[in-house]
């Protein structure tokens, strides 16, 4: 079963930027999979923040786009969450997920 690792994140004051890492390993069939990253905040529910598909293209939530760039890197079998211009309401846990194998979680504390 695939699994994931996830780097990156920490605190940053707001207007500034972070990159979250996802590596998958126990697979071979990574550039099949369709790569999404979530967040969830203290006492919210988990949400949807963008996803990457096969070939490469990416879609977002309306309360990041412009501002988060997802990518993928297949030959080192990792996904990438560019984000910049960050708000306090971007503060969460990050996930990075592929059906119902997920990272372990990262955090994403945006604070003056």
């Known amino acids: 079963q695939v699994q994931f690792v996830q780097s990156g994140g920490g605190l940053v004051q707001p207007g500034g930027s972070l990159s979250l890492t996802c590596v998958a390993s126990g697979t071979s069939s990574f550039s099949r999979f369709e790569m999404h990253w979530y967040r969830q905040a203290v006492g919210k529910q988990r949400e949807w923040v963008a996803t990457t598909n096969q070939s490469g293209a990416s879609y977002y939530a309306n309360s990041v786009k412009g501002r988060f760039t997802a990518s993928r890197d297949n030959a080192k079998n990792t996904a990438y969450l560019q984000m910049n211009s960050l708000k306090p309401d971007d503060t969460a846990v990050y996930y990075c997920?592929?059906?119902?194998?997920w990272g372990q979680g990262t955090q994403v504390t945006v604070s003056s």
């Open positions: 997920n592929k059906e119902n194998s």
